[in-house]
């Protein structure tokens, strides 16, 4: 399984940004996907991720500005990024928990690799 993010870039604090992060391969099934972010010198936490029943979880410090969805029939989760602050400088990074047509009935994590968002004061 192979996660293809993009649509970090740089922005205006307030200004608005979409992820987009892509799943491609064997895939059988993908339960949860979602998006973390990992500042230097920090551990790697959790943005938002969603299931594959639609439930939603989100950082403290996101919600009411963060949106995440998917479209299953294309294997992609998007993180809409809205009134972004400059704290929310770092590389972000897609994981989703998916099986595979080899091993079905097991579920693993897989990542992509980071992009980046900057934001400017």
């Known amino acids: 399984v192979q996660l293809q993010a993009y649509g970090g870039g740089l922005v205006q604090a307030g200004g608005s940004l979409r992820l987009s992060c892509a799943a491609s391969g064997s895939i059988f099934s993908i339960n949860t996907i979602g998006w973390y972010r990992q500042a230097p010198g920090k551990q790697r936490e959790l943005v938002a991720e969603i299931t594959s029943g639609s439930s939603t979880n989100y950082a403290d410090s996101v919600k009411g500005r963060f949106t995440i969805s998917r479209d299953n029939a294309k294997n992609t989760v998007y993180l809409q990024m809205n009134s972004l602050k400059p704290e929310d400088t770092t590389v972000y990074y897609c994981?989703?928990?998916?099986?595979?047509?080899?091993?079905?009935?097991?579920?693993?994590?897989?990542w992509g690799q980071g992009t980046l968002v900057t934001v400017s004061s």
């Open positions: 994981k989703a928990v998916a099986s595979t047509w080899s091993s079905s009935r097991i579920y693993r994590p897989y």
